[in-house]
C-alpha cells in the first residue's frame, strides 16, 4: 500500500518584475490613470561607477624571462665548456704560474788554471743587493725621507752614490729594484749587522712597533767571477760582462764549456712564500768545466814584468812577449803592455783590454829576414859561405834600397847578411829564387805561406788578424824588394815566434795551442786535441839557419849581442821596422822587435818580443827587445830546468875578403 506523502508546503517565489501591459486592440499602450501633479526635485548628476582594472595575461612575461635565463644559461654553458675543454690547457696555465714559483739555478763558472793547475780564474760565491721600495714610502717606513737615510748607510758599502741609491728606493708603485750586483759575502754580512742594529732600534721605540730603516734590504744569492792575479795574464784570460757572459780572451772563445747549463726549481707557493709541505721539484744546474791552458804563471809574470817596464822606459805606445815550447807548439807565455784589470774594467782603457799580441797587424821588418834565407837554402840557390857583395845603395825598380846604417862596400857571407843584418844583402840573396824577379817572387811567397803568414795561426781566439800578405802577382814595384826584408807585409806577434819555433824543431811547424784540457763536472780531464804538423824546410836546412842565427848574438859584429846568455848557445834575429801609423795610415815612428831559441844546439824554447813606436832612448830591435829576450829567456830556462849547453858555437864566417 503506497505510503502518502505529507503535502508539500507552498513556498512563495522571488518577486518577478512588472511586465509591460500588452497593446490595447488599436495597438496603443495603455497607460496608467494619472496621478495629481507634483513637484519633482532637481535631478542630480549619476553616481560615478568605480572603474574595472583588468590584469592582462602573464604569459607573455613568463615567456620573455625565460627567454632571458635561456639566454643566460646558454652564455654560461658557453663559456664553461670554452673553459674546461677549448682553453682548458691556457687556464692551467695560468694557474700554474700564479700557484707555482720558477726560479733558475746559475750554474757555477768552470776555473781557468795555468798549466801546474794554478787558477786564474774562478767564480766565488757573492750577492746581488734588492730592496722592496714599497716599505721605504712614508706609509710603510714611517719616515717620510727613508730612501734617503737608507741611501746614505748603504752607499758606502756598495760603492755607489747616495742620490743613485735614493731614486732607486723611490721606484713607484715597485715591490722591487736592484741595488748592486756582484757583491762580495764579507758586503752582505756588514748590512745584515745593519739590519739587526737598526731592527732593535725599532724594537725599543714606538713600544715595540718601530720600524726598521733597512727592513727592505734584501739579498740574492749569486756568483762574482774573480781574477786572483790581476792584470797577469788578463790580455789571454779576458772577462765577463755583466751578465755574467764570456766577453773576451778564453773567457769568450770557450764560454759554452765555461758556462756549464743553468738548472730551475719550482715549487707551491702561497702569497710569495714557499709552502713547506708541497715539496718542489726542478733539474740541477751542471757546473761548467774548468779550463787548463799551455801557461805558466812564472813565466808569465817575467815576461810580463820585462815588457811593462820596457814600455814605460822607451814611451812606446805598446809591447808583446810570447813564450813558446819549440817542439809541441804550447804557448808558455803571452805577455801585453799595456794591460788592464779584469776584476776592475771601470778603471781600464779599452784600447788595452785586447791581446795586441794576436790582434795587431803589423810590419815585422828583419826578424823575418830568417824566412828568406830559409828559401834561399832550402833551394839551394847559396850555402851560409857564399859571398855577397854589399854595396852602400842598391837600386832596384823605382826605388834606392839602403841599409841602417851607411857603410862601405861590405863583403859578406850569406851567414854575414843575416848576421848584419843587411836589407841590400838579402834583396840580391833572394833574387837567386828565379831566373826572374816575377819567378822569384812566386818562389819565396810559397815559403812566407808554408811558415804560417797570412793564414790564422790555429789558435781560434777570438778578433785574431791573420796579416796581410798580398798575391806575388799583386806586389808592386817596391813590395818585390821590400817584402824580402820584412816590409810590405803585415803579421802578428804569435805568427813571428812561431817562424822561429819552426826552425828551431828541425823545419817543422807546429800549430801553436794555448789549452792544455778540460776537466769536466765529473773530474775527468779530456786532452786537447793534437795540433797539427807540417813540414816547411828540410831538417839540414833548419840546421843551417840556427848556425847563422848564432852568429847574431854570438859574432861580436851581429846586431843582437846584448841578448847572448851565459852558459847557453842562444839563436835570435833583431828587427827594426817603418811603423804604420793606424791613425795617420802612414808610416811614422819603428817597431822594435826580437826573435829567437835557445839553447841553440837543442832548442826548446822560444821567445819573441816586439815593441810599437818607442819615442824616448834607442828605438833598435837589438838595443831595447835584445835585453828584454835575454831577461825572458833566462828565467824560463831555469824555470824549466833546462840544463846549460855543452859545446861551442858554430862561428861561421860573417866576411870574406875579396880578391883583387
Not at 717620510?144 to 747616495?162: N, S
Request: with cysteine; charged share 20%.
Amino acid at each position: 500500500m503506497p505510503s502518502k506523502e505529507p503535502p508539500r508546503r507552498r513556498v512563495p517565489g522571488p518577486a518577478r518584475p512588472a511586465r509591460p501591459r500588452p497593446a490595447s486592440a488599436a495597438g496603443r499602450p495603455s497607460r496608467p490613470a494619472p496621478r495629481p501633479a507634483a513637484k519633482r526635485p532637481a535631478p542630480r548628476p549619476p553616481a560615478r561607477q568605480p572603474r574595472t582594472i583588468r590584469l592582462g595575461s602573464p604569459r607573455p612575461r613568463l615567456r620573455l624571462v625565460s627567454l632571458g635565463l635561456t639566454l643566460v644559461m646558454i652564455a654560461f654553458v658557453v663559456r664553461l665548456l670554452q673553459v674546461q675543454a677549448v682553453d682548458a690547457s691556457a687556464y692551467a696555465a695560468k694557474a700554474d704560474k700564479y700557484r707555482f714559483q720558477e726560479y733558475t739555478l746559475s750554474a757555477e763558472r768552470g776555473e781557468i788554471t795555468d798549466r801546474s793547475g794554478i787558477a786564474l780564474a774562478a767564480s766565488v760565491d757573492a750577492y746581488d743587493i734588492t730592496a722592496d721600495p714599497k716599505l721605504f714610502t712614508p706609509e710603510e717606513s714611517k719616515v717620510p725621507d727613508a730612501p734617503e737615510q737608507a741611501a746614505a748607510l748603504l752607499a758606502p758599502l756598495l760603492g755607489k752614490e747616495p742620490a743613485e741609491l735614493a731614486k732607486k728606493l723611490r721606484t713607484p708603485k715597485s715591490r722591487y729594484t736592484l741595488l748592486a750586483r756582484k757583491q762580495t759575502p764579507q758586503v752582505w754580512n756588514q748590512i745584515k749587522d745593519l739590519k739587526r742594529v737598526y731592527g732593535q732600534k725599532a724594537q725599543r721605540s714606538a713600544g715595540g712597533n718601530g720600524v726598521n730603516l733597512l727592513g727592505g734590504v734584501l739579498s740574492e744569492p749569486s756568483t762574482k767571477r774573480v781574477y786572483p792575479n790581476g792584470e797577469l795574464a788578463a790580455g789571454i784570460l779576458g772577462y765577463v760582462n755583466a751578465e755574467g757572459k764570456g766577453a773576451g780572451g778564453v773567457e769568450s772563445m770557450l764560454d759554452p764549456e765555461l758556462a756549464g747549463r743553468d738548472g730551475t726549481i719550482r715549487f707551491t707557493q702561497s702569497g710569495g712564500r714557499q709552502v713547506p709541505t708541497a715539496g718542489s721539484q726542478g733539474t740541477p744546474a751542471v757546473p761548467g768545466s774548468d779550463i787548463e791552458l799551455t801557461i805558466d804563471r812564472d813565466i808569465q809574470w817575467a815576461a810580463q814584468q820585462a815588457i811593462t817596464d820596457q814600455v814605460r822606459k822607451s814611451k812606446a805606445d805598446r809591447g808583446y812577449v810570447i813564450v813558446q815550447d819549440t817542439r809541441s807548439g804550447e804557448v808558455l807565455a803571452m805577455a801585453n803592455a799595456p794591460g788592464f784589470d779584469p776584476n776592475d774594467l771601470s778603471a781600464a782603457n779599452a784600447a788595452s783590454m785586447g791581446n795586441a799580441a794576436l790582434q795587431d797587424a803589423y810590419e815585422p821588418g828583419s826578424t823575418s829576414k830568417v824566412m828568406s834565407m830559409a828559401a834561399v837554402l832550402e833551394e839551394g840557390k847559396a850555402a851560409p859561405g857564399t859571398h855577397v857583395t854589399v854595396p852602400n845603395r842598391l837600386h832596384r825598380g823605382d826605388r834606392l834600397f839602403k841599409d841602417d846604417v851607411d857603410h862601405k862596400t861590405w863583403y859578406l857571407t850569406l851567414n854575414g847578411v843575416l848576421a848584419k843584418s843587411s836589407n841590400i844583402g838579402t834583396i840580391l840573396a833572394t833574387g837567386r829564387l828565379g831566373a826572374t824577379q816575377p819567378e822569384a817572387n812566386r818562389v819565396l811567397y810559397s815559403y812566407l805561406r808554408k811558415f804560417g803568414i797570412g793564414s790564422p795561426t790555429g789558435l781560434d781566439y777570438p778578433g785574431e788578424t791573420a796579416g796581410i800578405l798580398a798575391k806575388p802577382e799583386d806586389w808592386s814595384t817596391s813590395q818585390q824588394y821590400t817584402i824580402p826584408f820584412g816590409q810590405g807585409l803585415s803579421i802578428n806577434a804569435m805568427q813571428a815566434a812561431s817562424v822561429y819555433s819552426t826552425i828551431a824543431n828541425k823545419g817543422v811547424r807546429v800549430e801553436p795551442s794555448i789549452v792544455r784540457g778540460t776537466k769536466g763536472p765529473d773530474g775527468r780531464f779530456v786532452p786537447a786535441p793534437a795540433p797539427k804538423e807540417s813540414r816547411v824546410v828540410s831538417e839540414k836546412t833548419a840546421d843551417t839557419l840556427a848556425k847563422m842565427l848564432e852568429s847574431v848574438v854570438d859574432d861580436r859584429e851581429g846586431t843582437g849581442t846584448k841578448a847572448a846568455i851565459p852558459g847557453y848557445r842562444v839563436a835570435g834575429k833583431t828587427g827594426t821596422a817603418n811603423r804604420v801609423d793606424p791613425e795617420l795610415g802612414r808610416y811614422k815612428g819603428y817597431t822594435a822587435s826580437f826573435a829567437g831559441f835557445a839553447p841553440a844546439d837543442n832548442p826548446q824554447i822560444t821567445v819573441y818580443c816586439a815593441i810599437q813606436n818607442p819615442t824616448k832612448g834607442s828605438y833598435f830591435g837589438g838595443q831595447i827587445c835584445g835585453p828584454i829576450y835575454k831577461k825572458v829567456m833566462e828565467f824560463a830556462l831555469k824555470t824549466l830546468h833546462i840544463a846549460p849547453t855543452g859545446s861551442d858555437p858554430a862561428r861561421l864566417p860573417v866576411d870574406f875578403v875579396p880578391t883583387p
